[in-house]
């Protein structure tokens, strides 16, 4: 019996770097918020409760602080946000990772010329955070189906508002935008096979596109390692929150691969049935999964053997 534990399960670049921040702030003694959970794993969050940290879950119990410090997660917020937590002179810590950081450059400044379109999960976060440095309404494309729909008129001004999909209407000082280019981002997270399909779509459309591959590198190759182990593992463990985005495409991807795919949060969750057929178990992580559970689980695989 063979158990193959991925070299890149557990904590990415830009968690790690935003979890730790939380926990040395601790030391400061002064009121600690974060503006949502940190991060998508509960066991990790109710550890921050526990140690004192508050969790900010809105735009207006943000407006309504008036001391105390800020931690933006990995994540980002929109820009509105960041204008906030000036305005009121709130003392905050950026901690949003710097490939997001990027797409929110490049979404703002690109934005004034083209339209914006980003391929990612409508009201992921991050998503969301991208969105609010667009300077005009972007489109958020998941399925092939909405890439094969969309049509930037629907996005162009029309009698001094522009209507967006969420069925809002955005007033704008610009109009005109027919003839404009289409730029194209990823949310950092998103499927790399998924984000090439989509692309061929628009491309086929004949629009004048600038594409921006933004996907991160920790995810495609954690998804690529993923793949491969699955593909010739008898079960595989994807060990994740089931609110962490990047964990819940990782369970697709294996399962694609293995039909007995476990996606569990703990080892508290898994029910090993082991037969003499399996030879080989994998295992791996979300970028959201700290160490001491992804250790947990691979003792529990190895107790039952
Ligand atoms: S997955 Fe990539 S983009 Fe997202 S936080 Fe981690 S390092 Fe940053």
Known sequence: M???LAKTAGFCFGVKRAVDQVYEQLKQKKPIYTYGPIIHNEEVVKDLIDKGVAIIETEEELAALRNGVVIIRSHGVPERIITLLKENGLEYIDMTCPFVKRIHEIVSRESVHSHIVIIGNPGHPEVE???????????????KEEACLYDPEEYQCQNGVIPDKTGQNHPVEQSGKKSSPI??????TFNYNKFQELIEIFMKKGYD????????DATRKRQAEAREIASDADIMIVVGDTQSSNSRKLYEICRQECTRTYFVQTSRDLELKVDDTVRKIGIT???STPNNIIEEVQNYVRSIF
């Open 209 to 216: 596109i600038n594409i921006m591959n933004t996907i991160c």
């Open 183 to 188: 730029c194209i981002v990823s949310q950092t």
């Open 129 to 143: 955070g991208i969105r609010g440095w667009s300077k005009t309404p972007a489109a958020v494309i998941a399925t």
């Open 285 to 287: 992580a979300g970028a």
């Open 2 to 4: 063979e158990i193959i």
